[in-house]
């Protein structure tokens, strides 16, 4: 954060660019071109997403979205996107997933590490909210999948899988061998990230992964999530409607506009240094979340008054 803005607290979603708020420093507007010499994680150039293009129930999700995320040495940004609902944040996502039918973009470019996206890869890991495990197959063999995609042998990959059904906090001896209907949601969620973090991806893709889960179940795996993601060092794009959520796990937070979505404000966020449930205890804390929930109450109020 920068020195000329210490004494210079924000309490209202106008704040300037530089402004403090809590946790948090409202940055200048989401940057269009890399400040270094590696090509960045995911960079977008004016993109816009229009569905049904040219036809009587044309709609477009988002518009003219710019922002880079650079390649940080032996560090992965922790990316939050908010909005309100409909704002075109989960196109976002999938646009940098390559997945239909929000994939392609309509106009722009988006650009991992340098390359245009063409469809899904090994580098991009997604996890959603609905829980993706294999009904016919065990935590093990649900967890090892992608290594059995790329041919190895199951002596090894269920070695890994070992490794992050436990690095995931799940029993090995108790739990392998279930079946996805014999888990709770958070369990299944834990298998979903352990069956992502074994491909080892640059880039990981959550779509409100926590959104199902009760309150407490949603803090530990938060909790657990971070502490996995500092393991990795990968790039994590985290789609939330959880304002809590985003300020305790997120190094940048995009705040969206109304439909057709841009970015409208970027934040810098404190690390959390506590667990989940002590931070949001923190005063510091709750003022990054109400600002940034005036807000998005303030763009709620003018979509549904029309303005």
């Known amino acids: 954060m920068t020195d000329s803005a210490a004494d210079k607290p924000a309490t209202s979603p106008s704040a300037e660019p530089g402004q403090l708020v809590g946790m948090g420093e409202v940055l200048n507007p989401a940057r269009k071109e890399s400040a270094g010499t590696r090509p ?15 036809q009587p129930n044309a709609f477009t999700a988002i518009r ?5 995320v650079e390649d940080l040495d032996a560090k992965g940004e922790f990316i939050c996107v908010l909005g309100p609902s409909g704002c075109g944040k989960s196109t976002i996502l999938r646009l940098i997933a390559g997945l239909g039918p929000q994939h392609p973009a309509t106009a722009g470019r988006v650009l991992v590490f340098g390359q ?11 996890v959603f909210q609905d829980y993706t495990s294999f009904d016919h197959r065990t935590v093990l063999d649900n967890v090892t999948f992608g290594l059995e995609c790329q041919g190895m042998r199951r002596n090894e ?36 990230i352990a069956r992502t973090l074994i491909l080892k991806p640059r880039i990981i893709l959550m779509d409100e992964p926590f959104g199902a889960l009760d309150p407490m179940t949603r803090m530990n795996m938060q909790d657990l999530l971070l502490a996995l993601w500092r393991e990795v060092e990968a790039t994590v794009f985290f789609i939330t409607h959880s304002i809590e959520e985003a300020v305790f796990l997120g190094d940048r ?55």
Do not use: C
């Open 157 to 192: 990959r269920y070695e890994l899988g070992r490794h992050w059904i436990d690095r995931v906090g799940l029993n090995v001896k108790t739990d392998a061998q279930k079946y996805p209907h014999e888990l709770s949601g958070g369990m299944r969620q834990r298998v979903a």
């Open 64 to 68: 003219d979205v710019n922002f880079v």
């Open 116 to 126: 245009p996206v063409y469809g899904p890869g090994p580098d991009r890991g997604m």
């Open 40 to 54: 960045p994680v995911v960079e977008f150039h004016g993109v816009t997403k229009t569905y049904n293009a040219g």
């Open 253 to 307: 937070i995009y705040v969206l506009s109304n439909s057709p979505g841009t970015i409208l404000k970027e934040m810098h966020i404190q690390t959390s240094d506590k667990a989940s449930k002590e931070m949001q205890r923190e005063p510091r804390f709750q003022e990054t979340v109400y600002y940034i929930r005036d807000l998005i109450s303030q763009l709620e109020e003018s979509q549904r008054a029309g303005t």
